[in-house]
């Protein structure tokens, strides 16, 4: 009979204190807000679509098959049943703190030859590597090399002298079978 009326208390002690700091953290101005602000959840970059160059759109030259665009840009997003004469590229790129990008380009078609090409102007490769670099911060980049003063508080090593070193024994020049011989 003691035993289930120690845990009882125990139980609405525990349920006091929690009660207790769950009051006073909420009369805190700001103090929920604070907390949350401490704890943000992971957010990914989000890659959708091809990412077509600059570089990429100059080698498109009219009169060319489906087949020399698509191994110039790729796979095409979206080929519509309706509108099979044209094939339509977009890109998006969405980031945490960054605006999002989006890109399109439509190719389009007659005849089964690349008639022209309509769309937004497209950045180059370097442009495009070097937006998406922008948003980190410079790491402070290590010393590779080290001083004189960090060498000396390592033990000096021994020469490697191969005269010294230990004989290495030779292979047997024989083995015996794998398995036993059956008489």
């Known amino acids: 009979m003691f035993a289930p009326a120690c845990w009882s208390a125990r139980r609405g002690a525990v349920v006091l204190l929690a009660t207790v700091l769950a009051a006073g953290l909420a009369g805190c101005a700001g103090t929920g807000e604070r907390l949350s602000s401490m704890v943000t959840p992971y957010k990914v970059d989000v890659v959708q679509g091809n990412f077509i160059s600059r570089e990429q759109v100059q080698a498109l030259q009219p009169g060319m ?4 665009v698509r191994e110039i840009l790729g796979t095409p997003l979206m080929v519509s049943l309706f509108h099979g004469d044209r094939w339509e590229y977009v890109f998006t790129l969405k980031r945490p703190d960054v605006q999002a990008q989006t890109r399109k380009l439509t190719v389009f078609f007659k005849d089964n030859v690349m008639e022209r090409v309509e769309g937004d102007e497209m ?4 442009e495009f590597v070097a937006s998406l670099s922008s948003k980190r ?6 010393q590779l090399e080290a ?11 021994a020469p490697a002298n191969p005269a010294a070193a230990a004989p ?10 794998l398995e036993a011989s059956r008489r």
């Open 147 to 157: 001083t004189e003063a960090q060498l000396a508080r390592f033990p000096k090593a």
């Open 168 to 177: 290495v024994p030779q292979p047997a020049s024989s083995y015996p079978p």
């Open 137 to 142: 911060t410079k790491a402070k980049v290590p």
């Open 123 to 126: 950045p180059s490769e370097a």
């Open 65 to 68: 098959g489906r087949q020399q």
